[in-house]
């Protein structure tokens, strides 16, 4: 079957750090756009992070020094390393893959369930 | 940074037509897609490249992109539609994959 599940989160003090993870099965995460996306209690999606299948990474300026996405191909697997956490990273976290068709062609067609991060004293 | 915008809430009766617009700087140069989630769930994929529908998603759901605005439509509207409705696209500039602020269908 294919998923991803995505697991790591936690509650967490101010300027602390963590490391969510996201198994891939059905497919090769090396192979494709893989993608982190949160959504804050009662608000709407933010794309956050992206690494492509060639390795680049890309981050929104909301979390760009803070936040760094990775993968690992012997454990199919993607990972986003938070640090300098703030309240206003509170949110559920997303995994998922994105596809490309031709030029501007983008969109996500595999998320997983989330995982929960909670900033917090 | 790209802005998409979207109305906050749209509602429509069963039977009908629901449009949701988003709205973004020469958007139709660009492709948009479209995801529902329902409340407690992931966002799940109804459009891609403006009009395309993935595998399982009903045939009432359709797209365009044109101008500055990109439409999700969806026709003889059912309760199951009820749900929060988001767009995304790209931002060649900065290589930014963006999303609207998501607008929620009320089925009255």
């Known amino acids: 079957e294919v998923q991803l599940v995505e697991s790591g989160g936690d509650l967490i003090q101010p300027g602390g750090a963590l490391r969510l993870s996201c198994a891939a099965s059905?497919?090769?995460?090396?192979?494709?756009?893989m993608t982190w996306v949160r959504q804050a209690p009662g608000k709407g999606l933010e794309w956050i992070s992206i690494i492509y299948s060639g390795g680049a990474t890309y981050y929104a300026d909301s979390v760009k020094g803070r936040f760094s996405i990775s993968r690992d191909s012997s454990m199919n697997a993607a990972y986003l390393q938070l640090a300098g956490l703030r309240a206003e990273d509170t949110a559920l976290y997303y995994c998922?893959?994105?596809?490309?068709?031709?030029?501007?062609?983008?969109?996500?067609?595999?998320w997983g369930r989330g995982t929960r991060v909670t900033v917090s004293s | 940074s790209y802005d998409l915008t979207q109305p906050p809430s749209v509602s429509v009766f069963p039977g009908q037509t629901a449009s949701i617009t988003c709205s973004g700087h020469?958007?139709?140069?660009?492709?948009a897609s479209w995801y529902q989630q329902r409340p407690g769930q992931s966002p799940v994929m109804v459009l891609y490249?403006?009009?395309k529908r993935p595998s399982g998603i009903p045939e009432r759901f359709s797209g365009s992109n044109s101008g500055d605005t990109a439409t999700l439509t969806i026709s003889g509207t059912q309760a199951m539609d009820e749900a929060d409705y988001y767009c995304?696209?790209?931002?060649?500039?900065?290589?930014?994959?963006?999303f609207g602020g998501g607008t929620k269908l009320t089925v009255l």
């Open positions: 490249q403006n009009n």
């Open positions: 020469k958007l139709g140069e660009n492709f």
């Open positions: 998922a893959r994105v596809s490309r068709g031709a030029s501007k062609i983008w969109y996500f067609d595999l």
């Open positions: 059905g497919f090769t995460v090396n192979s494709n756009y």
């Open positions: 995304q696209s790209w931002d060649s500039n900065t290589a930014a994959l963006v």
